[in-house]
């Protein structure tokens, strides 16, 4: 088999790791029916519960009295008690409050006053639809909700502390005595006409070129007798440890080697692996 037409058919990729950052929903102005279509994957995973203002606050039925900001708050407005309660609306909606320093308590969303031209009634042992809203951007404190069935319910909104992780501890490295190294990571066995995906580190700084070569293991010229390398980019890494990566596509099976070494050729590595059938 010819070596420098194997050559040909390993082609190099740099593999960049990306991150991704996440966003929480956009919290809501006004408390309707609308409220439904909120999205409900970042709810309370905790249970707990405060101090309500009166008995009817047990008609709010909630999974928590205390969330997260950021958090989705559920409920529904359910009828336990023996007579039928009077709301406005129909469907009958809702507001938030919040309570200043003081012990006063401001619209936070929703109207100020339920609409009271439309009214409607809920039966006992009968329940509302199930309301939605988002704590995304609100301040720490106590909450109330207002329901348009008459009926209030509280609960706290808080802040977590923001844990700082705790910087890399590296281990102290003596720059005058230290040599730059090359290593490869473990391959393993891998498929013909399959994408090998073949990595390292190195202590190379980030930027430099990367010589490497592949070749059947059974040639007796090895790297050294081709002209034909590809290169890798060394990355960024940590603790004076970058890394560096490679892919390609072998079409032959076989065993074969990877040898790489700085453009100057004063580091080098190799390591051997094994092409098998698909």
Known sequence: MNR?????VFFLAIGLAIT??????AG???ASEKAMSVPVTVAASYRATINQPDALSGYVKMD???YNIGEVVEFTVTNVGSGTLQCAGDPPAFSVKTQA???SWTTK???NEPNRTVQSSLASGTSTQRYAFVTTGWEPGRYRIVHDCGVEHEFLVRALPVVTPAPAVCPEINATNASPSITIDPIGDQYVNRVVAISGTTTLPAGEELKYSIFPASSHEGAQGTSDYFTAIVQEGSCAVNTW?????IQETGDYVIWISDTGRN???IKRFTVLPE
């Open 20 to 25: 991704a950052g996440c966003s929480a929903p």
């Open 64 to 66: 928590t009295d205390i």
């Open 28 to 30: 809501t102005d006004n």
């Open 109 to 111: 969303m929703g109207q």
């Open 101 to 103: 320093p003081g012990g």
């Open 245 to 249: 990566s490679t892919e390609g596509v």
């Open 267 to 269: 580091t080098t590595a």
């Open 4 to 8: 420098s037409y194997l050559l040909a």
